[in-house]
C-alpha cells in the first residue's frame, strides 16, 4: 500500500513570509502528527490531528499552526518565518490516537530552508 | 527539556560484531519505548518496541533491553550489518496521557565491512 506523502519535498522561503506543508496519510490512517527535527534536538513534536480535531500540541509557538481534513489529510502552516525554522518537517501517521502503542508511520519530511 | 537522551552522537563497528546504541530518559511515567531507523532522505521507519512490562524484547538480529529503574534502554544489534548503517532514534511516550512521543537526538551507526 502506498506510504505517507508529504509535498513539496523541499521549499526555500526568507524570513517573514509563510509556508504550508502538506502531509498525506496511509490509507485508513486518522490521526497524523507533525515533528520538527533539527540536528541538536532530534525530533520535537508540534502536534497531533485525529478526526480533524487536534488532540495534543507540543511546546511551540502560535506561529505554527495545522489543520485537518475530512479525507484525514493535513496541512502545517508557519507564519511569519524565523531563521531558526529551518528543519526537516515529519509527518507520522497512525490508525488510531486511542492508544500509544500504535505505530506511527513517517513520510520523507519536507526540508525547509529560511533564508 | 529533553526528556529523553541519546549521548552517543555515532558509533562505528565492524561487520559481524555487536552495535550497542543507548538511550537514557528522566520521565518515570514513560511506559512504552521504540526505536527508529533512518536512512538519508528518507522519514524514520519502525524496528522495535517495549512495554514497560517487560525487561527485553527481541526481534531477529535485533534485542531491545529496559531497565526501568536506571530508565535506560539498549538496541543490540547482532550481527551487524553494512546495511545497519543509519541514524537511530529511540522514542518515548507515558500511554494514558496519549500518543505523543519523545524523541531522542539519535546516533549514527556505521557498520565497517
Known amino acids: 500500500k502506498a506510504g505517507v506523502t508529504q509535498t513539496p519535498r523541499y521549499l526555500i522561503k526568507t524570513r517573514g513570509q509563510q509556508v504550508t506543508l502538506s502531509c498525506s496519510p496511509i490509507?485508513?490512517?486518522?490521526?497524523v502528527s507533525w515533528y520538527q527535527q533539527t540536528p541538536g534536538q532530534g525530533l520535537q513534536f508540534l502536534f497531533e490531528?485525529?478526526?480533524?480535531?487536534?488532540?495534543n500540541k507540543g511546546n511551540f509557538p502560535g506561529r505554527f499552526s495545522g489543520r485537518q481534513f475530512s479525507n484525514s489529510r493535513s496541512e502545517m502552516n508557519v507564519s511569519t518565518l524565523e531563521l531558526g525554522d529551518s528543519a526537516l518537517y515529519l509527518c507520522?501517521?497512525?490508525?488510531?490516537?486511542?492508544?500509544?502503542?500504535?505505530?506511527?508511520?513517517f513520510g520523507p519530511g519536507t526540508r525547509l530552508t529560511v533564508l | 527539556d529533553q526528556q529523553v537522551k541519546q549521548n552517543s552522537p555515532s558509533l562505528s563497528v565492524q561487520e559481524g560484531r555487536i552495535s550497542i546504541l543507548n538511550c537514557d530518559y528522566t520521565?518515570?511515567?514513560?511506559?512504552?519505548f521504540l526505536w527508529y531507523k533512518k536512512y538519508p532522505a528518507e522519514g524514520p521507519t519502525f524496528l522495535i518496541s517495549?512495554?514497560?512490562?517487560?525487561d527485553k524484547n527481541e526481534d531477529g538480529r535485533f534485542t531491545v533491553f529496559l531497565n526501568k529503574s536506571a530508565k535506560h534502554l539498549s538496541l543490540h544489534i547482532v550481527p551487524s550489518q553494512p546495511g545497519d548503517s543509519a541514524v537511530y532514534f529511540c522514542?518515548?511516550?507515558?500511554?494514558?496521557?496519549?500518543?505523543?512521543?519523545?524523541f531522542g537526538t539519535g546516533t549514527s551507526l556505521t557498520v565497517i565491512p
Open positions: 507520522a501517521t497512525s490508525k488510531t490516537s486511542a492508544s500509544s502503542t500504535d505505530t506511527q508511520y
Open positions: 490509507s485508513g490512517h486518522r490521526s
Open positions: 490531528y485525529f478526526s480533524e480535531t487536534q488532540r
Open positions: 520521565n518515570s511515567m514513560f511506559d512504552y
Open positions: 517495549i512495554s514497560s512490562i517487560k
Open positions: 522514542a518515548a511516550s507515558a500511554q494514558f496521557t496519549g500518543n505523543q512521543f519523545y
